[in-house]
Structures are given as C-alpha cells and as structure tokens.
C-alpha cells in the first residue's frame, strides 16, 4: 500500500483514480478501480442521460464517481443533476469553466475533482472550491491542450502550496506503470489519474479490434489532431486537440479538416459505421502516447496491482539511486 492525503482523504487503498473515458468508461470498469482498491469513475460523455444510468447500475453496490466534459453539459445540465441522485463518491469536471455546477457538487457531498491542462484553469478550480485538481499533460489520450506532464505537475504542485494547500492533486498524462506513479508523488502528486492504460483493461467498453490496435501501438502512433471532432460534428472549444491513433482517416483528414467539414454529409456516416464495426483504420481509436507502455489487454485489478507494487519497491530503494 502507498498511503497519500489522496487515500486518507477518499478512503481507498491506492492513490488511484480510473478517468472518466467517454464511451470507455462504464460502470464495469469503475467498478473493477474500486474494487481494487483505487476510485472508479464513470464517463459521463456528452450527457446522454439513459447511458449514465444504466452504467451506474453496471456499478452495482461499488463507491464509484462520474465525470462529465463541462461545456457540453452545461448544454443539457439535467445529465448532471441525474447523476448526482446516485450519489457518486466524486464527480470529475473537466474542459470548461467548473464554477456552473460546483455548487451541485459539494452540495450532495461528493468529492469535487477538476481537470485542468494551465494554471489559469488551476486558478479557477481552486476559486470555485476544487477539492482535487488534475494536472493533464499532452501525452494523455482523448482531448487535452499543450503542457507536458513531467513539467506541468510541479508546477501545479507549486502552485496549489502556496495558494491552496488543501487542495490534493492527480497527475495525469503517460502514466502506465509502476515507474510513473512513483515519479507523480516525487513530483508533487498526492495520486494519479489513469486512462489509457485502462482503456487497454478486460472491463472497458472498447471494441476488441481497438484493444488489438493498442496493443500493437508504441508511443509514437498517435496524433494530436480536430478531425475526429470535425466528422463526428462536435464543436470542442479551439484551445483543446484530441489525442488518437495515427490510421488511414488521420492520414487523409488531418490538416484538411476544411474539406473534411464540408464533405461532412458523406463522411460521418462512413465514420460512425467504422466506429461501430470496431474498425481501427477508418474510425477514432482514442488512447494516449502510454500506448508504448502497453503490451497486453487485463483485468482492471491486476493492472492496478502491479503498478501499485512496482512504485512501492521503487519508492523504498529509491529508484536505484545510489548517490
């Protein structure tokens, strides 16, 4: 066990929180981090209502939280008020202004976690009563903005010292192993949020074919890139990109998001299929630069204990330093 202001504070074993993948991440999965020992949260998406609650139901009787992208709840904002009835552990806000439903939040009791990829997002967090930030580095799968995570988190660390001491912190970003979990505490992290090495659990909702293509990935198969959000028609605000596999559609699309726009009437369609057929070559497979690190598909639980327990022998001989 590594004890952490995150363990004492959330009451778990590890220092441990599953992110709140959108599509990826159900109420299996949530379940399976909580039962191992960390905090499982559930993808809130893009506020599809009828999903949330059936994947909390997955969640069975496990203390799990959930997570929505803000700005595009804040479109349908009774997908928010729906999931706090289950009264979640903690809910996670990230890519908008935290503040709009903040209030909801410490209302019911549940933890308030923020994501944040600046410190101006970091400013508003703690302002609007962020109880945990994270600190998001490009490297993560998914959307994301610009700031490295080996520089990010101390700064962060920093930065919540001497304006919010009592504010914990995840790290999050490239981080698959043992070896990364022990660098975010020794960078200031109280814990660590984990995605795409999640997304590679048994548990998560991803179709085989993608597991595969993770699987025979490393960390330079992936691209910072709009065109998944331009086919799909979602209007992201400009200042975040998303992080997905290199394939046939990036190749094509990427740096022509004009033309693919405006072909937008043949091409969705043919991507939405794609999608659905688990086709890693014409649709978003969506996972981070940890890709490199990843090299087979496993339960949750077993993901968790391994990375647990290579940190806790590197913590105690000190990463091999030998002065």
């Given at each position: 066990?590594i004890?952490?202001?995150?363990?004492?504070?959330l009451?778990?074993?590890?220092?441990?929180?599953?992110?709140?993948?959108?599509?990826?991440?159900?109420?299996?999965?949530?379940?399976?981090?909580?039962?191992?020992?960390?905090?499982?949260?559930i993808?809130?998406?893009y506020?599809?209502?009828?999903?949330?609650?059936?994947?909390f139901?997955?969640?069975?009787?496990?203390?799990?939280?959930?997570?929505f992208?803000?700005?595009?709840a804040?479109r349908?904002?009774s997908?928010?008020?729906?999931?706090?009835e289950?009264?979640?552990a903690?809910?996670?806000?990230s890519f908008g202004?935290?503040?709009?439903?903040?209030?909801?939040?410490?209302?019911?009791?549940?933890?308030l976690?923020?994501?944040?990829?600046?410190?101006d997002?970091?400013?508003?967090?703690?302002?609007?009563?962020?109880?945990v930030?994270?600190?998001?580095g490009?490297e993560?799968?998914g959307?994301?903005?610009?700031r490295?995570?080996?520089?990010?988190?101390p700064e962060?660390?920093d930065f919540?010292?001497?304006?919010?001491?009592?504010?914990?912190?995840l790290a999050?970003?490239?981080?698959?192993?043992?070896?990364?979990?022990a660098?975010?505490?020794?960078?200031?992290a109280?814990?660590?949020?984990?995605?795409?090495r999640?997304?590679?659990?048994?548990?998560?909702?991803v179709?085989?074919r993608?597991?595969?293509?993770?699987?025979?990935?490393?960390?330079?198969?992936?691209i910072r890139t709009?065109?998944?959000?331009?086919?799909?028609?979602?209007?992201?605000?400009?200042?975040?990109?998303?992080?997905?596999?290199?394939?046939?559609?990036?190749?094509?699309w990427?740096?022509?998001e004009?033309t693919l726009?405006a072909?937008?009437?043949?091409?969705?369609?043919r991507y939405?299929?794609?999608?659905?057929d688990?086709?890693?070559d014409?649709?978003?497979?969506?996972?981070?630069?940890?890709?490199?690190?990843?090299?087979?598909?496993?339960?949750?639980?077993?993901?968790?204990?391994?990375?647990?327990?290579?940190?806790?022998?590197l913590?105690r001989?000190g990463?091999g330093?030998?002065?």
């Open positions: 066990m004890t952490t202001r995150l363990t004492d504070r009451g778990i074993q590890h220092p441990i929180v599953s992110a709140p993948m959108a599509l990826a991440a159900g109420g299996a999965l949530a379940a399976a981090v909580s039962r191992a020992g960390g905090l499982g949260l993808g809130g998406g506020g599809d209502s009828d999903w949330v609650r059936a994947q139901a997955a969640a069975g009787p496990e203390r799990v939280g959930v997570g992208i803000t700005w595009s804040q349908s904002p997908v928010v008020a729906e999931a706090l289950f009264r979640p903690a809910v996670m806000l202004d935290p503040g709009v439903f903040a209030t909801q939040v410490k209302d019911v009791g549940a933890v976690i923020c994501q944040c990829q600046n410190l997002h970091v400013e508003r967090a703690i302002h609007v009563g962020a109880d930030v994270v600190a998001q490009a993560a799968g959307h994301g903005s610009l490295g995570t080996l520089s990010l988190v962060v660390a919540l010292a001497a304006r919010s001491p009592d504010t914990l912190l999050a970003g490239g981080i698959a192993d043992g070896r990364a979990l660098a975010s505490l020794m960078l200031g109280d814990g660590v949020l984990i995605g795409t999640l997304w590679a659990a048994d548990e998560a909702l179709h085989p993608h597991h595969e293509a993770i699987v025979e990935s490393n960390g330079d198969s992936t709009t065109a998944g959000d331009v086919v799909r028609g979602i209007d992201w605000p400009p200042e975040f990109t998303m992080r997905m596999r290199r394939n046939a559609f990036t190749d094509r990427h740096g022509d004009k726009a072909n937008a009437d043949i091409e969705s369609p939405r299929a794609a999608f659905a688990g086709d890693p014409n649709a978003g497979v969506v996972f981070g630069e940890a890709a490199g690190l990843i090299h087979s598909i496993e339960p949750a639980g077993a993901i968790i204990e391994r990375m647990v327990d290579q940190a806790a022998q913590l001989s990463a330093y030998t002065g």
